[in-house]
């Protein structure tokens, strides 16, 4: 059975280099950054096979295409990092639910409480559900109150994104966390 590349990436994007560039004319650029000027896609490559390196295409939007001399090896190293980097970078926030019923204990409020707090002070929004089974829905206003109750206690950690609204047999309130003041 064949071993599949598990670096594969989704948006795996290859500069074309070498011989693959089949411009008539190219603007050049050096390995130390400057522009050299406008030559034919062959005359530019003979240019890097002189300085060992090779002849990578930066932007073939522009006219004519922008190429540069450069080492591929480490010019694909460097951009490997970079986006490994942004991605450090980068944080999805995710939303997270707290379900209640509109009779619950103080303890289990608590409980709800402490754990909505967790996962707005990891980054996280929280959507605050109640849920309502057969006639309880006549009871609409207690839940209400439970679910200002709950913004009024995390007040200091979390706005109200979305107000307590009615969503079939549910009542749904989402919090989201307050940005940090530095």
Request: net charge positive.
């Amino acid at each position: 059975m064949p071993e599949i590349n598990k670096k594969l990436k989704k948006n795996n994007y290859e500069p074309i280099i070498n011989e693959k560039i089949k411009f008539a004319k190219v603007r050049l650029i050096d390995a130390l950054g400057s522009q050299i000027g406008i030559y034919s896609s062959t005359e530019a490559f003979e240019l890097a096979l002189e300085e060992g390196l090779d002849l990578v295409m930066i932007n073939d939007k522009s006219d004519p295409p922008v190429c540069k001399i450069i080492d591929y090896g480490k010019y694909k190293f460097v951009q490997e990092k970079k986006a490994k980097e942004a991605k450090k970078k980068q944080h999805s926030i995710s939303i997270k639910e707290v379900k209640m019923r509109y009779k619950i204990e103080e303890h289990d409020y608590k409980v709800r409480l402490n754990q909505a707090l967790r996962f707005l002070q990891s980054g996280d929004k929280v959507k605050v559900n109640v849920i309502f089974r057969g006639r309880e829905i006549q009871h609409i206003n207690l839940a209400i109150e439970l679910l200002h109750r709950m913004a009024k206690d995390l007040e200091k950690v979390a706005d109200i994104q979305q107000l307590p609204s009615r969503d079939g047999k549910n009542m749904i309130m989402v919090l989201f966390p307050q940005k940090v003041k530095n």
